[in-house]
């Protein structure tokens, strides 16, 4: 059967002519499983379920307020630590103890 149709050989005229047009397809096939497996592998890890949102919230909500507890910490040790603080707590000081001073004065003690 595989013998010689009119001249020549049944391999070389009807499967090897069919070789490159097999491959081409293959390799299509093979390209398009790829990509459709690549697609499908991404989407995958895109796709967050809702417990992995509220940890995620969960943990920028913590590191915001650290960040917010340190900064006001840093803010108020700042402000206590300035010439001007400083001055106006010696102000109110000297006041008081004028203060006092005249009411001891004023109501001497008996």
Do not use: R, Y
């Amino acid at each position: 059967m595989m013998e010689d149709i009119k001249g020549g050989c049944f391999v070389t005229k009807f499967v090897l002519p069919l070789q490159p047009t097999v491959k081409m397809k293959l390799s299509i096939a093979i390209a398009v499983l790829m990509l459709v497996f690549a697609a499908h592998t991404e989407a995958q890890e895109a796709e967050k379920t809702i417990e992995e949102h509220f940890a995620t919230f969960g943990n920028q909500m913590k590191e915001l307020t650290d960040d917010l507890t340190v900064k006001t910490k840093d803010m108020f040790e700042k402000i206590g630590d300035s010439e001007f603080a400083t001055k106006t707590k010696n102000w109110f000081t000297e006041q008081f103890d004028k203060m006092k001073a005249k009411v001891d004065e004023t109501f001497p003690k008996q």
